[in-house]
């Protein structure tokens, strides 16, 4: 499945310099996760590195993105566990 290859990417691209394509990353990450959370995002950390980039982003956005993706991975109960 490509989405399972992309999301390695996807990951990378939370500590990209850019902003605006960490702040995008972050968005399709919570696209993913949005109706189901895989066991790929899982096994990548996805619920902790968007924790982090919530915590420590240098961009309000980007940190209010992954509190918006992070909330909505909170209905999935894998992601309770995780985080």
């Not at 290859?5 to 394509?21: G, H, M, W």
């Not at 999935?76 to 995780?82: G, L, M, P, S, W």
């Amino acid at each position: 499945e490509y989405v399972d290859e992309l999301t390695p990417f996807l990951v990378q691209a939370l500590n990209d310099t850019i902003s605006k394509i960490r702040s995008h990353a972050v968005n399709t990450l919570g696209f993913l996760a949005r109706y189901r959370l895989s066991e790929r995002l899982i096994e990548l950390k996805v619920p902790e590195k968007l924790l982090d980039v919530a915590c420590h982003d240098t961009h309000v956005t980007v940190q209010e993105f992954a509190l918006r993706v992070l909330k909505q991975m909170l209905k999935h109960e894998q992601a309770k566990e995780v985080t």
